[in-house]
């Protein structure tokens, strides 16, 4: 059984710093292009980030230079350094794996406000 289980989302004033984990289970992890996507209410699921299997980077383009993705294949898991943080960043944020199937986590929240 697939499990991907974000964790580290919260309440994060503007400017501020926050770290999301992806811990994957059930996978051969290091053969998954892992990535993070995330949805704020009304609005469509967009990508954040993702790292290939080869470790070739790309970000979506309202968080680059803010957020870095990176992934520790001794611990099946992804990570997502996000600095500068703004309202606008505030979504359910998704962790993703894709190699012959796509898998989805639950989601993990994150909120900035003042």
């Known amino acids: 059984q697939v499990q991907l289980v974000e964790s580290g989302g919260g309440l994060v004033q503007p400017g501020g710093s926050l770290g999301l984990s992806c811990a994957a289970s059930?996978?051969?992890?290091?053969?998954?292009?892992m990535g993070w996507y995330r949805q704020a209410p009304g609005k469509q699921r967009e990508l954040v980030a993702r790292i290939t299997a080869s470790g070739n980077l790309n970000y979506g383009d309202s968080v680059k230079g803010r957020f870095t993705i990176s992934r520790d294949n001794a611990k099946d898991t992804v990570y997502l350094r996000m600095n500068s943080l703004k309202p606008e960043d505030t979504a359910l944020y998704y962790c993703?794996?894709?190699?012959?199937?796509?898998?989805w986590g639950q989601g993990t929240q994150v909120t900035v406000s003042s």
């Open positions: 059930g996978i051969i992890f290091s053969r998954y292009a």
């Open positions: 993703n794996a894709q190699f012959a199937t796509v898998y």
